[in-house]
């Protein structure tokens, strides 16, 4: 005799099963994305060892937000201050904040945000790029919490999701959205993958978009104001001379520089290693002619302790007529007529 299930009983199996499933792919998905932990909530990935930089302005305050107290260093930056060791910095407990493609208007709503949970560190050290005074400033791209002042989204929240899943799925068949990756104690590195940098061959001044904006050198000063305790110490990573061959050329050289010496007033401390010297007119050191070796950014994190910035040049020891001059005396030298 056969028995007839009734239609409800059936519905109520269906949506069962429907449950199990979807509770089974969500405890899947949070199992992945804690093992591989792409937005480093806790401690990277423990898969691989390598941790790529998918989302640094939302994954290191995860990292700084629960360990604030332990911090009385703070870098901040872009890209090209990622690489600077914070490891190397003697004397300090320091946490490198620097994200990619960061801009100096998006490190102020970060030092608000710091600053209104009452983090104050004892020394602070900015990465000055040249980027951020020529041509447009984009809008700030911070996370929602950033601008609200409110806590980050939850780890169960975020690793929920199936955009983590993408990042965690992307992380284990080593899909990086960029050639530098983070080790097991978020130093970052940059992958074998990379190649020498290739200059331009002809020379050719940056588009007529990409004026030089000197008033953007206050944003900096506010951002030195955020911390007034901490002792402030402003650098100038290393950029391949090209760049600023082609900014002599479209006019704007000077002005990059009267926007660099407001900055170096504002700071305690301030080395320009931008200046084109030995390093950045070489490119065996660079893969793109802005992210430099982790050899060379060890060199200026040590020459940000002892003050001797060799190859570079320290704004407080010469006067703006005297690095000027070295500016155009190397960039005739090194780029113009190499020997």
């Given at each position: 005799m056969r028995v007839r299930v009734r239609p409800h009983k059936l519905l109520t199996r269906y949506f069962a099963a429907l449950v199990a499933t979807a509770g089974g792919l969500a405890g899947l998905c949070l199992v992945i994305n804690l093992l591989v932990d792409p937005?480093?909530?806790?401690?990277g990935n423990v898969v691989t060892g390598?941790?790529?930089?998918?989302?640094?302005?939302?994954?290191?305050?995860?990292q700084l937000l629960p360990k604030m107290k332990e911090y009385d260093c703070l870098?901040?930056?872009?890209?090209?201050t990622t690489l600077l060791p914070e490891h190397e910095i003697?004397?300090?407990?320091?946490?490198?904040?620097?994200?990619?493609?960061?801009?100096?208007?998006?490190?102020?709503?970060?030092a608000q945000y710091l600053r209104a949970r009452g983090f104050a560190p004892s020394l602070l050290i900015v990465g000055v790029?040249?980027?951020?005074?020529?041509?447009?400033?984009?809008?700030?791209?911070?996370?929602?919490?950033?601008?609200?002042?409110?806590?980050?989204?939850?780890?169960?929240?975020?690793?929920l999701s199936l955009d983590a899943l993408d990042f965690s799925i992307r992380e284990l068949e080593g899909d990086s959205p960029h050639h530098r990756y983070y080790d097991r104690d978020l130093n970052c590195r940059i992958l074998a993958r990379a190649r020498a940098y290739r200059p331009p061959r002809i020379l050719t001044p940056l588009p007529d978009s990409s004026g030089?904006?000197?008033?953007?050198?206050?944003?900096?000063?506010?951002?030195?104001?955020?911390?007034?305790?901490?002792?402030?110490?402003?650098?100038?990573?290393?950029?391949?001379?090209?760049?600023f061959a082609r900014l002599r050329l479209s006019g704007?050289?000077?002005?990059?520089?009267?926007?660099?010496g407001r900055v170096a007033a504002a700071f305690d401390e301030a080395l320009d290693f931008g200046i084109p010297s030995y390093i950045t007119a070489a490119t065996n050191d660079t893969y793109d002619g802005s992210h430099?070796?982790?050899?060379?950014?060890?060199?200026?994190?040590?020459?940000?302790?002892?003050d001797q910035p060799d190859p570079g040049v320290d704004w407080h020891r010469e006067n703006p007529q005297a690095i000027a001059a070295l500016y155009q005396e190397r960039l005739d030298r090194l780029v113009v007529h190499p020997h």
């Amino acid at each position: 005799m056969r028995v007839r299930v009734r239609p409800h009983k059936l519905l109520t199996r269906y949506f069962a099963a429907l449950v199990a499933t979807a509770g089974g792919l969500a405890g899947l998905c949070l199992v992945i994305n804690l093992l591989v932990d792409p937005l480093w909530f806790l401690h990277g990935n423990v898969v691989t060892g390598v941790n790529f930089a998918f989302n640094e302005r939302v994954a290191k305050m995860n990292q700084l937000l629960p360990k604030m107290k332990e911090y009385d260093c703070l870098i901040m930056g872009s890209s090209r201050t990622t690489l600077l060791p914070e490891h190397e910095i003697r004397g300090y407990h320091c946490f490198n904040l620097a994200f990619s493609g960061g801009r100096i208007n998006e490190y102020l709503l970060y030092a608000q945000y710091l600053r209104a949970r009452g983090f104050a560190p004892s020394l602070l050290i900015v990465g000055v790029d040249p980027y951020n005074f020529i041509g447009a400033m984009p809008e700030p791209d911070v996370p929602d919490f950033i601008r609200s002042g409110t806590d980050p989204p939850s780890l169960l929240r975020t690793y929920l999701s199936l955009d983590a899943l993408d990042f965690s799925i992307r992380e284990l068949e080593g899909d990086s959205p960029h050639h530098r990756y983070y080790d097991r104690d978020l130093n970052c590195r940059i992958l074998a993958r990379a190649r020498a940098y290739r200059p331009p061959r002809i020379l050719t001044p940056l588009p007529d978009s990409s004026g030089v904006h000197v008033e953007r050198a206050a944003l900096y000063v506010q951002l030195r104001e955020m911390f007034p305790t901490a002792r402030a110490v402003g650098y100038v990573p290393p950029v391949s001379a090209w760049l600023f061959a082609r900014l002599r050329l479209s006019g704007g050289l000077d002005d990059y520089l009267t926007a660099l010496g407001r900055v170096a007033a504002a700071f305690d401390e301030a080395l320009d290693f931008g200046i084109p010297s030995y390093i950045t007119a070489a490119t065996n050191d660079t893969y793109d002619g802005s992210h430099y070796s982790e050899a060379v950014n060890a060199r200026i994190a040590t020459a940000l302790q002892t003050d001797q910035p060799d190859p570079g040049v320290d704004w407080h020891r010469e006067n703006p007529q005297a690095i000027a001059a070295l500016y155009q005396e190397r960039l005739d030298r090194l780029v113009v007529h190499p020997h």
